[in-house]
């Protein structure tokens, strides 16, 4: 480690780890943890130390082995000891700049909030070499890292600030700030065109709620810290775990009811007037009220109905409950069998199924061909034509990775062949929203499935959430939940 007075670290099981087979780098581990001397203690405690030298490239882009800082990333700020134990003191900090220089490009202002004295490059290159014990010279490359500690940040502006938080760019009427007396936030993975934002801030202003509501991109895995930012900002009520939050939310929620509890996955959260996060889960609902439409057109009913759902997690734990308690008959395909199995049993034990005739069944991505064969309906809840490395595979059959044109051409090879099999009476429905419809909605468009995408399902589910947000408050005005739907369904659709 190296903080321009620090001993040099080596992280040599993470280094070994991040190795491909021919000893090549893959892509960077994140470093979790900044280290600073013993001497430094009081100014670390009194928040007078905002950055850190480190030598090395050690950006997020970095292939050394000690690991980059990753813009936006929560790590914990520590100090070691001379006898090399460290201090019980340590708090949470956000990286949110990682600059990379020569030491030849140094200049007195990078070196603001470094535990250096004199804040000169003269300064610095002196510890450097007492600590390295040989000489640097001006071509030397040096890290400058960053960091704001978590205690200060106090609302959701300084999450955007500090990059642990990014606008989301491609949903429609996604405002690019926070300027409004009160807002929610839906929180997802990825960036993508999603609907939410335009569908709620078509209903503040149709009915007159002064509020916004604005996608942003984060980090699920530091949900915990921006939660804890979240709930100390008055303005914020609430809002979506989207994409990779839906379960990572969970732990740090103050209560979360039943069902989302038993799915394992909330996709709303709301915030009570005295600051507690309850969680709820209405994707499931929102999913099954529009493939009830559908049936309804076809002058059916869900009920005895087969449901082949392909994945298990996220969404589709929350479709899966919601069409088991119509009363379909459910089939879950996953990847890893014992994650269908283990969904499976949930909702079996929770609906208490016990006749062979209403148990949930599951099993692995061999058994779609056989399955979808006298399917009534196949709906993908996997990250199959998503964004990302799948997005070019469809859900009829596994998918083999590196995502090259050979493992993808094989997915849509055998994924054809399914599809030839199935009736054309079957509804093929897949909940991925992209700019372009999944490999599995367009090929079973162009062999004339009829199909439902996530569209009914997201504006079904933002009306429930929009509901108990504000349902008391509309209700008060004669507004009701149908009129709410309307107008969140012609926002979706324009």
């Known amino acids: 480690m190296v903080n321009c007075c620090e001993k040099p670290q080596f992280n040599k099981d993470y280094a070994e ?51 980059g800082y990753k813009e936006g ?5 520590k100090i070691q000891k001379e006898d090399k134990e460290f201090d019980l003191w340590q708090t949470s900090a956000v990286v949110y700049a990682a600059e990379k220089k020569t030491l030849g490009e140094i200049e007195p202002k990078d070196l603001a909030g470094t535990p250096l004295k004199t804040k000169t490059k003269t300064e610095l290159v002196e510890k450097l070499k007492r600590l390295y014990g040989k000489e640097f010279t001006d071509d030397e490359i040096v890290t400058i890292v960053r960091f704001e ?73 530091q949900c915990g810290h921006i939660l804890n930012t979240l709930r100390k900002d008055p303005k914020y009520r609430g809002g979506g775990a989207g994409v990779g939050f839906k379960d990572e ?20 959260v709301l915030k009570n007037p005295d600051g507690k996060f309850r969680g709820f889960n209405t994707d499931g609902m929102g999913y099954a009220q529009g493939l009830e439409e559908v049936f309804k057109k076809k002058g059916g009913q869900l009920f005895g109905k087969k449901a082949v759902i392909l994945g298990a997690g996220g969404a589709g734990n929350a479709v899966a409950f919601a069409l088991a308690e119509k009363g379909m008959r459910i089939v879950i395909l996953n990847r890893s069998s014992e994650k269908a199995k283990n969904l499976a049993n949930k909702i079996n034990n929770y609906f208490n199924k016990q ?53 993808i051409q094989k997915n849509l090879q055998l994924a054809a062949q399914t599809l030839s099999t199935i009736p054309r009476s079957v509804v093929i429905s897949d909940i991925v929203l992209g700019k372009e419809p999944t490999p599995l909605l ?29 349902g008391k408050e509309l209700q008060t005005k004669n507004i009701t939940k149908e009129q709410v739907a309307e107008i969140m369904k012609r926002a979706a659709s324009s």
Do not use: C
Not at 17 to 43: C, H, I, Q, V, Y
Not at 73 to 77: L, T
Not at 188 to 194: I, K, L, Q, S
């Open 73 to 77: 990333r929560f790590i914990r700020i």
């Open 17 to 67: 780890m991040n190795k491909t087979e021919s000893g090549e780098r893959k892509k960077p581990f994140f470093a979790n943890e900044l280290w600073f001397r013993e001497d430094e203690k009081n100014l670390l405690q009194n928040k007078l130390i905002t950055a850190s030298v480190r030598v090395g490239d050690r950006t997020a882009e970095t292939v050394d082995p000690k690991n």
């Open 442 to 470: 367009q090929t079973a468009k162009d062999a004339g499935f009829e199909t439902l995408d996530g569209i009914p399902m997201v504006i079904n589910q933002g009306v429930e959430a929009f509901w108990l947000l504000y």
């Open 149 to 221: 500690y978590e205690d200060n940040l106090k609302e959701t502006n300084d999450l955007i600030r500090t990059k642990a938080l990014t606008f989301a760019r491609e949903p429609k009427e996604n405002p690019e700030n926070l300027d409004f007396p009160s807002f929610t936030i839906p929180l997802v993975e990825h960036d993508y065109p999603a609907k939410t934002p335009i569908m709620w801030n078509a209903a503040y202003r149709e009915f007159h709620i002064d509020a916004g509501n604005i996608m942003l991109v984060g980090d699920p895995k």
């Open 249 to 268: 939310v969970i732990p740090f929620l103050d209560e979360v009811e039943p069902l989302a509890k038993e799915i394992g996955a909330v996709n709303f």
């Open 355 to 407: 006749d062979a005739g209403e148990l949930v069944r599951f099993g692995g991505e061999d058994h779609i061909a056989t399955e979808v064969k006298d399917a009534d309906v196949i709906i993908n809840v996997s990250t199959k034509g998503s964004a990302g490395e799948l997005e070019k595979y469809s859900a009829l059959a596994p998918a083999s990775l590196p995502a090259n044109a050979e493992n």
